[in-house]
């Protein structure tokens, strides 16, 4: 065979073989379009999904495949009476009446929604309560009443019998925290205006006004109720809690009297859980500038750390705080005056439960409201609160809040 014969021979070879590979190469490029293409529509996707997430806009099949509660929709429809853009939500209130209605349980008026339907109301009230950020412990869709929390009062105690001696027997005694539904509401004004927006922007604007103010009763009760005109009874007002008294007419709440509460707990077996102190702004301002006398006389010292950083705080203390101006400043002691508490303790201990459906009702008929074009909105959900242990809490009344 000469030269050009085996050159011939190999083309013929190189066409057979690109004859086999062209359909493999086309496919694997169709492939790869098909892939971009995809990739693009994924993007797209994820783009719209970011966007919608962020505004508060459910999407078909995402959060378990239920459909978005609006509180805007139902307030518009409530107060003109037209729900021809609130079918969901007209369904979910009269779902609700009747499944009260078949328990008994019905209110007179309103318009009840169910918890899970406004998880995300429920999420930013949570967010906003001090006491549940602290680690209050949350018991939702409570039902019957009262609920009996079972709490042990005493404990078995060991011995050491001597040969052939009977082993004294002791008993673990039990006791029950009683919770009962009571009824914590708010009044939201809200502008006409906005009611009638159809912008995802203003439903969340609505659901954290409704949240923060639902947040700071349950958080004023939390610390302080008095158990009187069926409210909750909070912590300042629980029998047995520890106490410190910082002076016979108040004083300086310091590192040593937040050493005190601690101590407090820990004779008590309690310092464990979720341990953290709660006081107003005006507290944690003075504790963060603290000053030592460097001198004989010097009246007012050098500061110890100056700026002294929430972060530097919490680490002096040992334990999380948060602060909460509800917290009064104005109490009284001897001659002290502009004093206020500081609580600590394991707020585990500290249960909030609630029950059943939250309660809507929109009005415009007050006079304010109708002449600034105004609706009232109120909202009704039943809670209690209850101290488990009251032997995991300690408080101080009487801190100074008056800076030098």
């Given at each position: 065979?000469?030269?050009?014969?085996?050159?011939?021979?190999?083309?013929k070879?190189?066409?057979?073989?690109?004859?086999?590979?062209?359909?493999?190469?086309a496919?694997?490029?169709?492939?790869?379009?098909?892939?971009?293409?995809?990739n693009t529509?994924?993007?797209?996707?994820?783009?719209?999904?970011r966007?919608?997430?962020?505004?508060?806009?459910?999407?078909?099949?995402?959060?378990?495949?239920?459909?978005?509660?609006?509180?805007?929709?139902?307030?518009r429809?409530?107060?003109w009476?037209?729900?021809?853009?609130?079918?969901?939500?007209?369904?979910v209130?009269?779902?609700?009446?009747?499944?009260?209605?078949?328990?008994?349980?019905?209110?007179?008026?309103?318009?009840?929604?169910?918890?899970?339907?406004v998880?995300?109301?429920?999420?930013?009230?949570?967010?906003?309560?001090?006491?549940i950020?602290?680690?209050?412990t949350?018991?939702?869709?409570?039902?019957?009443?009262?609920?009996?929390?079972?709490k042990?009062?005493?404990?078995?105690?060991?011995?050491?019998?001597?040969?052939?001696?009977?082993?004294?027997?002791?008993?673990?005694?039990?006791?029950?925290?009683?919770?009962?539904?009571?009824?914590v509401?708010?009044?939201v004004?809200?502008?006409?205006?906005?009611?009638?927006?159809?912008?995802?922007?203003?439903?969340v604007?609505?659901?954290?006004?409704?949240?923060?103010?639902?947040?700071?009763?349950?958080?004023?009760?939390?610390?302080?109720?008095?158990?009187?005109?069926n409210?909750?009874?909070?912590?300042?007002?629980?029998?047995?809690?520890?106490?410190?008294?910082?002076?016979?007419?108040?004083?300086?709440?310091?590192?040593?009297?937040?050493?005190?509460?601690?101590?407090?707990?820990?004779?008590?077996?309690?310092?464990?859980?979720?341990?953290?102190?709660?006081?107003?702004?005006?507290?944690?301002?003075?504790?963060?500038?603290?000053?030592?006398?460097?001198?004989?006389?010097?009246?007012?010292?050098?500061?110890?750390?100056?700026?002294?950083?929430?972060?530097?705080?919490?680490?002096?203390?040992g334990?999380?705080?948060?602060?909460?101006?509800?917290?009064?400043?104005?109490?009284?002691?001897?001659?002290?005056?502009?004093?206020?508490?500081?609580?600590?303790?394991?707020?585990?201990?500290?249960?909030?439960?609630?029950?059943?459906?939250?309660?809507?009702?929109?009005?415009?008929?007050?006079?304010?409201?109708?002449?600034?074009n105004?609706?009232?909105?109120?909202?009704?959900?039943?809670?209690?609160?209850?101290?488990?242990?009251?032997?995991?809490?300690?408080?101080?009344?009487?801190?100074?809040?008056?800076?030098?």
């Open positions: 065979m000469d030269f050009q014969a085996i050159l011939d021979a190999i083309a070879q190189k066409d057979l073989i690109n004859s086999k590979f062209d359909p493999v190469e496919a694997v490029k169709g492939m790869g379009e098909s892939m971009l293409g995809m529509r994924m993007t797209a996707m994820e783009d719209v999904f966007q919608r997430k962020s505004s508060g806009i459910s999407l078909p099949g995402v959060n378990e495949g239920k459909q978005q509660f609006s509180f805007l929709k139902a307030i429809a409530i107060r009476s037209d729900w021809k853009d609130a079918e969901f939500e007209k369904e209130f009269d779902q609700t009446r009747k499944r009260a209605m078949s328990q008994g349980t019905d209110s007179a008026g309103g318009y009840l929604v169910p918890t899970q339907h998880a995300e109301l429920i999420e930013m009230l949570y967010d906003r309560a001090v006491c950020a602290l680690g209050a949350v018991l939702d869709n409570l039902t019957g009443s009262p609920v009996e929390i079972p042990q009062t005493g404990g078995a105690t060991a011995y050491w019998p001597g040969e052939n001696a009977a082993i004294t027997g002791s008993d673990l005694t039990l006791d029950q925290l009683s919770l009962s539904p009571k009824a509401g708010c009044l004004k809200l502008s006409n205006r906005l009611i009638q927006l159809s912008n995802p922007s203003a439903e604007m609505v659901r954290r006004d409704i949240a923060t103010a639902l947040a700071l009763a349950i958080d004023l009760k939390a610390l302080r109720g008095d158990g009187t005109s409210t909750p009874t909070g912590i300042a007002n629980t029998s047995g809690i520890n106490t410190v008294a910082i002076g016979t007419s108040g004083g300086v709440f310091d590192f040593d009297i937040a050493s005190q509460m601690i101590d407090e707990l820990d004779v008590d077996n309690a310092l464990k859980g979720k341990l953290g102190f709660a006081m107003h702004s005006k507290v944690k301002g003075k504790m963060k500038r603290e000053r030592i006398p460097q001198f004989s006389g010097d009246g007012k010292g050098a500061y110890v750390m100056m700026p002294m950083t929430d972060a530097v705080l919490k680490e002096r203390l334990y999380d705080f948060q602060t909460s101006n509800q917290i009064p400043t104005s109490l009284t002691k001897a001659s002290g005056t502009s004093l206020s508490e500081v609580y600590f303790g394991n707020w585990e201990e500290l249960l909030i439960g609630s029950w059943g459906a939250m309660q809507i009702m929109a009005s415009q008929e007050t006079s304010d409201a109708f002449e600034k105004q609706t009232w909105v109120r909202i009704l959900q039943d809670v209690d609160i209850g101290v488990r242990h009251a032997q995991s809490f300690c408080l101080v009344s009487d801190a100074n809040t008056v800076f030098a």
